[in-house]
């Protein structure tokens, strides 16, 4: 006899002793279903049975068939009869069953009906019962309207009172679930992988992804190529998202996601759509001692050095004729992708004196309205 063979006896023998104690989950397979009753085969000698009202469907119609197989909770045992459950609260049920429940740690199904004071008011199986904001969801409860008039499953940890003092958990239950969840993800997950997920929270440096048993974090620096200011310009809680899985730390609860690679690296294409000598308008995002940095799109910006700046006159500072936030109109100088690198011009720089003859002329020609950088600088210059 094998080892695998004699283990599996071996349990077999403790199961039938008695190993099978009301609150146990078991894998069943329905051997018949009469009337409301489905009969269950748990691999013991006499069969289990369970209210067929918990497999039916909002038409009334049986999900389940003979031969299927389902989990199920042993919930007690009635003279010398063993009583089944997917869960508490489906139906009907007594306080004798919702008791057993909270003895045995089987979940319950109850509708959240409206919130009371410190948490929410929970019906289930036609009894009322409380459930602390605390132990509504494994995060901080932020909007408690998003959990009204919904059915979640919920454990009973406090039953008194004969049924007039029930106090619930909903994090309980997903806290299990969670945690069956992240031993399948780390079996699964691996680094450079794009996975979908949920946003859960917003905050300044980033937003948490809720990727089905486990939370990423998305930093502010990964939520697009461009600079990103605020998170929520980006991002909204509850909204679903493709991702992709940066670094992996089990041991520390961190798993470090991407937004930003889902998507095309705009200088991927930068050699194509900023050759050298080309002309675009672009918008001011930062000033700097040695000059300006220039958003030609978001996560490509280029330098516009402040020894270019000026029109012809020393400044000592690019703020004297440029402001952040502002438009301008620049010429591409010298492009190095390898290094992410883009010098920038005026769009009528010469490089010389000479060049400030030419402005007026070129201005002349062009709408009033859009002006170039030296049109710009010139006015600046008359101002001082």
Same mark, same amino acid.
């Given at each position: +006899?094998?080892?695998?063979?004699?283990?599996?006896?071996? /349990?077999?023998? @403790?199961?039938?002793?008695?190993?099978?104690?009301?609150?146990?989950?078991?894998?069943?397979?329905?051997?018949? $279903?009469?009337?409301?009753?489905? =009969?269950?085969?748990?691999?013991?000698?006499?069969?289990?049975?369970?209210?067929?009202?918990?497999? #039916?469907?909002?038409?009334?119609?049986?999900?389940?068939?003979?031969?299927?197989?389902?989990?199920?909770?042993?919930?007690?045992?009635?003279?010398?009869? +063993?009583? =089944?459950?997917?869960?508490?609260?489906?139906?009907?049920?007594?306080?004798?069953?919702?008791?057993?429940?909270? *003895?045995?740690?089987?979940?319950?199904?109850?509708?959240?009906?409206?919130?009371?004071?410190?948490? =929410?008011?929970?019906?289930?199986?036609?009894?009322?019962?409380?459930?602390?904001? &605390?132990?509504?969801?494994?995060?901080?409860?932020?909007?408690?309207?998003?959990?009204?008039?919904?059915? %979640?499953?919920?454990?009973?940890?406090?039953?008194?009172?004969?049924?007039?003092?029930?106090?619930?958990?909903?994090?309980? $239950?997903?806290?299990?679930?969670?945690?069956?969840?992240?031993?399948?993800?780390?079996? &699964?997950?691996?680094?450079?992988?794009?996975?979908?997920?949920?946003?859960?929270?917003?905050?300044?440096?980033?937003? %948490?992804? /809720? !990727?089905?048993?486990?939370?990423?974090?998305?930093? $502010?620096?990964? +939520?697009?190529?461009?600079?990103?200011?605020?998170?929520?310009?980006?991002? &909204?809680?509850?909204?679903?998202?493709?991702?992709?899985?940066?670094?992996?730390?089990?041991?520390?609860? #961190?798993?470090?996601?991407?937004? #930003?690679?889902?998507?095309? @690296?705009?200088?991927?294409?930068?050699?194509?759509?900023?050759?050298?000598?080309?002309? *675009?308008?672009?918008?001011?995002?930062?000033?700097?001692? %040695?000059?300006?940095?220039?958003?030609?799109?978001?996560?490509?910006?280029?330098? !516009? *050095?402040?020894?270019?700046?000026?029109?012809?006159?020393?400044? @000592? *500072?690019?703020?004297?004729?440029?402001?952040?936030?502002?438009?301008?109109?620049?010429? $591409? /100088?010298?492009? /190095?992708?390898?290094?992410?690198?883009? &010098?920038?011009?005026?769009?009528?720089?010469?490089? @010389?004196?000479?060049?400030?003859?030419?402005?007026?002329?070129?201005?002349?020609?062009?709408?009033?309205?859009?002006?170039?950088?030296?049109? !710009? !600088?010139?006015?600046? +210059?008359?101002?001082?």
């Amino acid at each position: +006899m094998t080892q695998e063979r004699f283990e599996e006896l071996f /349990d077999t023998r @403790n199961i039938g002793r008695g190993k099978l104690q009301p609150g146990d989950r078991v894998r069943a397979t329905v051997a018949g $279903i009469d009337g409301e009753n489905v =009969f269950l085969d748990v691999g013991l000698k006499s069969e289990g049975v369970m209210s067929a009202a918990e497999v #039916r469907n909002s038409e009334g119609e049986l999900t389940i068939r003979p031969g299927d197989t389902i989990e199920v909770f042993l919930l007690s045992r009635r003279g010398g009869e +063993m009583i =089944f459950t997917t869960r508490i609260g489906s139906g009907q049920a007594s306080l004798q069953e919702l008791e057993d429940a909270f *003895h045995s740690g089987i979940p319950v199904e109850g509708k959240v009906t409206g919130e009371v004071k410190g948490g =929410f008011s929970v019906t289930m199986a036609g009894q009322r019962a409380f459930c602390p904001y &605390s132990q509504m969801d494994v995060r901080r409860v932020e909007d408690p309207e998003e959990y009204l008039d919904r059915t %979640f499953s919920f454990r009973i940890i406090e039953f008194s009172g004969n049924g007039r003092n029930i106090i619930v958990s909903a994090r309980a $239950i997903l806290e299990e679930e969670r945690a069956r969840q992240r031993e399948e993800l780390q079996q &699964s997950l691996e680094e450079g992988m794009q996975v979908r997920g949920t946003v859960t929270s917003i905050r300044d440096f980033g937003a %948490f992804v /809720d !990727l089905g048993g486990v939370d990423g974090l998305i930093p $502010i620096s990964e +939520m697009a190529w461009g600079q990103t200011e605020r998170v929520d310009d980006i991002l &909204s809680r509850g909204q679903e998202v493709e991702v992709v899985v940066k670094r992996l730390d089990w041991e520390n609860d #961190r798993i470090s996601l991407s937004l #930003r690679e889902t998507t095309e @690296n705009p200088w991927d294409r930068v050699q194509e759509n900023y050759p050298v000598g080309s002309v *675009h308008r672009a918008r001011v995002s930062r000033l700097a001692a %040695f000059g300006a940095f220039v958003t030609l799109e978001p996560g490509v910006d280029g330098l !516009l *050095h402040i020894s270019k700046l000026g029109a012809g006159r020393r400044i @000592n *500072h690019p703020r004297e004729v440029l402001e952040a936030g502002q438009e301008i109109t620049v010429r $591409i /100088d010298g492009l /190095d992708p390898e290094q992410r690198r883009i &010098s920038l011009v005026p769009e009528d720089y010469a490089g @010389n004196d000479a060049a400030e003859e030419e402005i007026p002329q070129a201005r002349d020609t062009r709408p009033r309205s859009m002006g170039t950088l030296g049109d !710009l !600088l010139k006015a600046q +210059m008359k101002k001082k």
